[in-house]
């Protein structure tokens, strides 16, 4: 190929690129180096910030300054970190449990009817979040769905709103991510060779013996996907913890909101934003590294 | 849902060498349970999953023909509260504003996103593909509200006031990985050779991409350009944060409505706004699985 032909190439692959380098270069990467920015501003109580150095919007994640300016250790923020990363993890694995059943089972069916189920699982994703939460207000909220049934069949008589709790907000997550559990589940059983099963079948090995000793093993990948896949999104979910868990019940997710929205504390809210860019980064790391150690005990 | 074809009929297509005359009803029964490969449970638990991932959106579909102004108590069938959701100014304006925002940051992401994909899977020499091909998915590893977050300091500082603007700038970078990834899976699961052909034939580079790869790719632009536009119809996070400047879109006037609690006429919109969801959907799911 000749050097001028050579020369044009490598400007339409530099054209072609050029694009999405651009957006990705002003929507994404210049706003993270803002937020670092003003994470280190003062907040300006009328919103927005006011660019005077300042550390206090990290410091106020754990300490609050009582009237003799001591710094007085404040776990409210911790908890709610706390209890983002633990409301996450239960998800991930009451997800886990639910799925890999309902993965198994349609990976033994048919191809047309495993098409069809393929299909309804990852049917409710096109549906807006806003609606698919929203049904589950409709459903838990005080003289709701739920409890007009329950009162029709004579269960209950009258009963508190099972809405803002932790167990509201669990429900609507598992509710909002459990396809994304069951694809890389599903895709792992599929490459499964399930003469193994037979074959553990074979030597007297029970259901149990053959569920957790050949086959969770052999799907351990795409379950550890899974967990990834569910566990992460949790993380950073908003919607759920909006409208169905309440004020004394915040994830990081609505936490961060409100600072940019009705608390006007922007670099507190700048520095909420990187806590959770840095616990998401910790698993997707983790979880780099354990694929590339994966890749080299292939090899 | 047609999940009660009986096991037998599965059994017999994972076991195809079990089909003998001798093959009673009962006989097949009592295989089954030495089938290691079924676990039992395994469908009840399926029949389960598909009742706890349709029930909700039924109830609401089911409630919005609910005669009654109380929500949960069934009076009778009805339509009123699509007339009524019909002549509501404030969903039509919000309707108006969303579709606006979808159809111009789809065609903008989906515009990127086909030279980007072109460029990783037909240029030559391309250098750090890897590295370029991260960037194009970058919003796909941000929780959605820090780059939320991120672009409203980044809107405030810059002093840009339109929400409209605002909103379609903001929903062309998050839709561009969406666009990115069926175009990209197209192009790699694509034979090459008409295209080599044509350039046998000296075809000029633009005539062969007109000509030959793009009716080819087709498929695979059409499915990015609808999942786009759907991830920018149902987005509620950044929208709603970056919302003001006179833009409400659909799930932000949703959002508004639920927090005023729960109405029948909410009930109609929320299942008017699925049926807008599922005609994009399906056709999307037939092309992206055509070979």
Redesign the interface.
Known sequence: MSSVHKMKEGYLNILGLAPAYVVMLFMMVIPLGIIVYVSMMTSDPYGGFISEFSLDSFQQILFVTDWDDNLQLDLQYLNIIGRTLLLSLITAIICLCLAFPVAFYIARQSASRKALLLFLVMLPFWISMIVRVYAWVLILSDNGVLESVLSFLGLVDDMDSLLYNNGAMLVGMVYSYIPLMILPIYASIEKLDLRLVEAASDLYANRFNTLFRIVLPLCKPGIVAGIILVFVPCLGTVLEPMLLGGGKTMLMGNLIQNQFGVARNWSFGASLTLALLAIVMIFLMLQALRASRLKQQEQ | ??LS?NDA??DN??EPMNTTAENTPKRRSVRKNHD??H?????A??VL??A???L??L??IG?SFNENK????WHGFSWKWYSSALQNDGLMSALQVSFTVAAVATFFAT???L??A???SR?????HAPV?EA??N??L???????A??????F??LEIRNGMLKLI??H??FC?PFAFLPIRARLKGMNTNLEQAAQDLYAPPWTTFKLITLPLIMPGVLAGAMLSF?IS??D??TS??ISGGGATT??VY??SL?KQG?SPE??AI?TL??AI??L??TPF?FLS?RK
């Open positions: 849902m047609s074809i009929v599965s297509i994972s290691a490969k676990f039992p449970g395994f469908k638990v399926t999953f598909f706890f991932l349709y909700p959106i109830v609401v409630y109380i929500v949960s108590v515009s990127i996103a030279a980007a072109l460029v990783l240029g030559k020499n391309v250098k370029s960037v194009v970058l919003p590893m941000l929780p959605e509200i820090v780059f977050v991120a672009v409203l300091i980044l405030s500082q700038l903001a062309t970078c561009i759907v119809l149902d509620f996070i709603n944060i659909l799930p949703i959002y639920v729960v909410l009930n929320s706004i699925m969801s599922l994009i959907a799911w699985n």
